[in-house]
């Protein structure tokens, strides 16, 4: 399956469980997920946490901060 038409499957099977599906797995960044729906409430100590102990995003996680 070419990675275009696994993006797609993805789409369909999150919108089909809808509302039974909540939050995300934090190993595996969704295409345009926002780091929210990962870390909901714990996002913004995340990006506290991040900016001093990395000011310069060299550990790079795949989820963009806000």
């Known amino acids: 399956m070419a990675a275009a038409g696994g993006d ?15 939050g995300g797995y934090v190993n595996y960044v969704e295409p345009d997920s926002t780091a929210s729906r990962y870390f909901g409430g714990n996002l913004s ?3 506290a ?12 996680s795949g989820i963009r901060p806000v």
């Open 8 to 22: 797609a499957w993805l789409v369909a099977a999150h919108q089909a469980m809808g509302a039974n599906s909540v």
């Open 45 to 47: 100590r995340l990006n």
């Open 49 to 60: 946490v991040r900016q001093q102990y990395d000011p310069s995003g060299l550990m790079y």
